[in-house]
């Protein structure tokens, strides 16, 4: 049963860089990619960033690419992303994404991922 966790959502002010954590369980080998999406206010959820825990291959949304930092503690099972110098666009529903494979696919990164965090607000002002 895959469960995933994630933490440090909250208030920021605008230019901090926070990190956001997001702990999976559940996964019996490295063979999964974890990463995470967002959705802002009155948009479509999007793709921001994800990492594959086999290999560490990074993929990187349209719109994230400079902008958010991925990266993952394997033994911890722990994906991490930063945003950096946060914006008040960057304001939005964070969700941890999780799918088995080694690599990130397609179907993921188009949002059809098999397990889903509870999602954190991220508030930038």
Excluded at 33 to 62: D, H, I
Excluded at 77 to 103: F, H, N
Aim: net charge positive.
């Amino acid at each position: 049963h895959v469960q995933l966790v994630e933490s440090g959502g909250g208030s920021v002010q605008a230019g901090m860089s926070p990190t956001l954590s997001c702990v999976a369980s559940g996964f019996a080998d490295s063979n999964y990619c974890l990463g995470w999406f967002r959705q802002l206010p009155g948009k479509e959820r999007e793709a921001v960033a994800a990492m594959s825990a086999s290999n560490g291959r990074t993929y990187y949304g349209a719109s994230a690419k400079g902008r958010f930092t991925i990266s993952q503690d394997t033994g911890k099972k722990t994906v991490y992303l930063r945003i950096v110098s946060a914006k008040p666009e960057d304001t939005a529903v964070y969700t941890c994404a999780a799918d088995r494979g080694s690599i990130c696919s397609t179907a993921y990164l188009s949002g059809r991922s098999a397990y889903w965090g509870q999602g954190t607000q991220v508030t930038v002002s």
